[in-house]
């Protein structure tokens, strides 16, 4: 359906920022839910942010409410993460995802396409 290719991790220093995009094609992102995921060494998959088909409603994880940003462009075909003040816990595999439903999920066992990770090292 869709092939999901993300990007823009690497090292950063504790307070930095980062964003990551999330490249798609096979199809185009309006009509999918966008999710950006987790997993830090030893530890399950984690749920971050997810937004909306239309873009308009968002929701994030607890962790990183006020800190990361969800976001989408159509006409780019691309969904981001932008992520503010970056916390050694924040070091993790980040993967977006796509949802092909009109309900939004934080559920990662509900999402059937998946990037295949960036790092996202943050030094204290």
């Known amino acids: 359906q869709v092939q999901l290719v993300d990007s823009g991790g690497g090292l950063v220093q504790a307070g930095g920022s980062l964003r990551l995009s999330c490249a798609a094609s096979g199809r185009t992102l309006s009509t999918l839910s966008m999710g950006w995921f987790r997993q830090g060494p030893g530890k399950e998959r984690e749920f971050v942010a997810v937004?909306?088909?239309?873009?308009?409603?968002?929701i994030y994880a607890d962790s990183v409410k006020g800190r990361f940003t969800i976001s989408r462009d159509d006409a780019k075909n691309t969904a981001f993460l932008q992520m503010n003040s970056l916390k050694p816990e924040d070091t993790a595999v980040y993967y977006c995802?796509?949802?092909?439903?009109?309900?939004?999920?934080?559920?990662?066992?509900?999402?059937?396409?998946w990037g295949r990770g960036t790092q996202v090292t943050v030094s204290s």
């Open positions: 937004i909306s088909w239309s873009g308009r409603n968002t």
């Open positions: 995802a796509a949802h092909d439903r009109p309900s939004m999920t934080t559920e990662a066992r509900e999402y059937d396409n």
